[in-house]
Protein backbone atom coordinates (compact mmCIF):
# COMPACT_ATOMS: atom_id res chain seq x y z
CA UNK A 1 0.00 0.00 0.00
CA UNK A 2 1.26 3.46 -0.85
CA UNK A 3 1.95 6.28 1.09
CA UNK A 4 -0.57 8.33 0.19
CA UNK A 5 -3.70 4.65 0.30
CA UNK A 6 -2.14 4.84 3.75
CA UNK A 7 -2.76 7.97 4.71
CA UNK A 8 -6.68 7.65 2.85
CA UNK A 9 -7.24 4.75 4.70
CA UNK A 10 -5.99 6.54 8.04
CA UNK A 11 -8.06 9.51 7.39
CA UNK A 12 -11.66 7.46 6.63
CA UNK A 13 -11.25 6.02 10.03
CA UNK A 14 -12.00 9.42 12.04
CA UNK A 15 -15.12 10.66 13.71
CA UNK A 16 -17.09 12.81 10.89
CA UNK A 17 -20.13 14.63 12.59
CA UNK A 18 -23.00 14.30 10.24
CA UNK A 19 -24.44 17.01 8.12
CA UNK A 20 -28.06 18.10 9.72
CA UNK A 21 -29.48 19.12 5.73
CA UNK A 22 -29.37 15.46 4.92
CA UNK A 23 -27.29 13.03 2.96
CA UNK A 24 -26.59 11.64 -0.80
CA UNK A 25 -26.67 8.75 -2.52
CA UNK A 26 -24.59 9.05 -5.67
CA UNK A 27 -25.46 7.11 -9.02
CA UNK A 28 -24.66 6.48 -12.56
CA UNK A 29 -27.28 7.11 -15.14
CA UNK A 30 -25.05 5.74 -18.26
CA UNK A 31 -27.68 5.81 -20.76
CA UNK A 32 -28.85 9.55 -20.08
CA UNK A 33 -24.75 10.08 -19.44
CA UNK A 34 -25.63 11.96 -15.88
CA UNK A 35 -24.23 11.71 -12.48
CA UNK A 36 -27.67 12.12 -10.77
CA UNK A 37 -27.49 12.76 -6.52
CA UNK A 38 -30.85 11.64 -4.74
CA UNK A 39 -31.08 13.96 -1.34
CA UNK A 40 -32.64 12.57 1.56
CA UNK A 41 -33.13 14.52 4.92
CA UNK A 42 -32.40 12.68 8.36
CA UNK A 43 -32.60 13.74 11.89
CA UNK A 44 -29.52 13.23 14.25
CA UNK A 45 -29.82 11.97 17.55
CA UNK A 46 -27.75 12.80 20.63
CA UNK A 47 -25.08 10.13 19.45
CA UNK A 48 -24.63 11.75 16.32
CA UNK A 49 -26.39 8.65 14.61
CA UNK A 50 -28.83 9.75 11.40
CA UNK A 51 -32.53 8.75 12.19
CA UNK A 52 -35.34 8.77 9.69
CA UNK A 53 -36.96 11.99 10.17
CA UNK A 54 -40.31 10.36 9.94
CA UNK A 55 -40.05 7.37 12.58
CA UNK A 56 -37.40 8.62 14.71
CA UNK A 57 -35.72 5.34 13.98
CA UNK A 58 -31.71 4.80 13.35
CA UNK A 59 -31.25 4.61 9.72
CA UNK A 60 -29.08 1.72 8.74
CA UNK A 61 -26.17 1.69 6.01
CA UNK A 62 -27.08 -1.70 4.70
CA UNK A 63 -30.44 -3.85 4.20
CA UNK A 64 -32.82 -0.52 4.87
CA UNK A 65 -35.71 0.07 3.22
CA UNK A 66 -36.26 2.51 0.13
CA UNK A 67 -36.91 5.73 1.30
CA UNK A 68 -38.38 8.72 -0.74
CA UNK A 69 -35.12 11.01 -1.88
CA UNK A 70 -36.58 14.90 -1.04
CA UNK A 71 -34.31 15.91 -4.60
CA UNK A 72 -33.04 14.66 -7.31
CA UNK A 73 -29.98 16.41 -8.71
CA UNK A 74 -28.83 15.54 -12.40
CA UNK A 75 -25.72 16.50 -14.31
CA UNK A 76 -23.54 15.85 -17.55
CA UNK A 77 -20.19 16.51 -15.00
CA UNK A 78 -19.12 16.44 -11.56
CA UNK A 79 -18.87 20.63 -11.59
CA UNK A 80 -22.32 21.17 -13.30
CA UNK A 81 -23.95 18.60 -10.44
CA UNK A 82 -21.82 20.29 -7.57
CA UNK A 83 -22.98 24.03 -8.79
CA UNK A 84 -26.79 22.63 -9.12
CA UNK A 85 -25.67 21.66 -5.17
CA UNK A 86 -24.13 24.82 -4.09
CA UNK A 87 -25.50 27.77 -5.70
CA UNK A 88 -28.85 29.25 -6.41
CA UNK A 89 -32.19 30.72 -4.08
CA UNK A 90 -32.72 29.35 -0.92
CA UNK A 91 -31.11 27.29 1.21
CA UNK A 92 -28.44 24.45 -0.35
CA UNK A 93 -28.84 21.08 0.59
CA UNK A 94 -25.45 21.15 2.24
CA UNK A 95 -24.75 22.64 5.12
CA UNK A 96 -21.14 21.62 6.26
CA UNK A 97 -17.87 22.25 4.35
CA UNK A 98 -16.51 18.93 5.13
CA UNK A 99 -19.35 17.29 3.72
CA UNK A 100 -19.12 19.96 0.35
CA UNK A 101 -15.89 18.81 0.08
CA UNK A 102 -16.65 14.98 0.23
CA UNK A 103 -19.68 15.54 -2.35
CA UNK A 104 -17.18 17.41 -4.79
CA UNK A 105 -14.25 14.31 -4.25
CA UNK A 106 -17.31 11.50 -4.92
CA UNK A 107 -18.65 13.18 -7.90
CA UNK A 108 -15.03 13.49 -9.58
CA UNK A 109 -15.12 9.91 -8.77
CA UNK A 110 -18.09 9.32 -10.44
CA UNK A 111 -17.63 11.21 -13.33
CA UNK A 112 -14.39 8.87 -14.19
CA UNK A 113 -16.17 6.09 -13.69
CA UNK A 114 -18.78 6.88 -16.12
CA UNK A 115 -16.70 8.65 -18.77
CA UNK A 116 -14.30 5.08 -18.64
CA UNK A 117 -17.32 2.65 -18.36
CA UNK A 118 -16.29 0.97 -15.21
CA UNK A 119 -18.54 0.69 -12.16
CA UNK A 120 -19.01 3.47 -9.23
CA UNK A 121 -18.93 2.81 -5.70
CA UNK A 122 -19.64 5.53 -2.95
CA UNK A 123 -17.55 5.68 0.06
Known amino acids: MSLRQSLDEELSLRFIALDPAGYFLIK ?8 VAEHYG ?9 TDPDTGEVLSCRGAGPRTPIAIYRGRSAKQLGIALTEGEGP ?7 HALYLGRELQKAE ?3 LEGVDYIQD
Not at 92 to 98: E, F, R
Request: net charge negative; proline share 4%.
Open 28 to 35: LDRQAGEL
Open 42 to 50: NGIDERGLA
Open 92 to 98: GPISCLD
Open 112 to 114: LCL
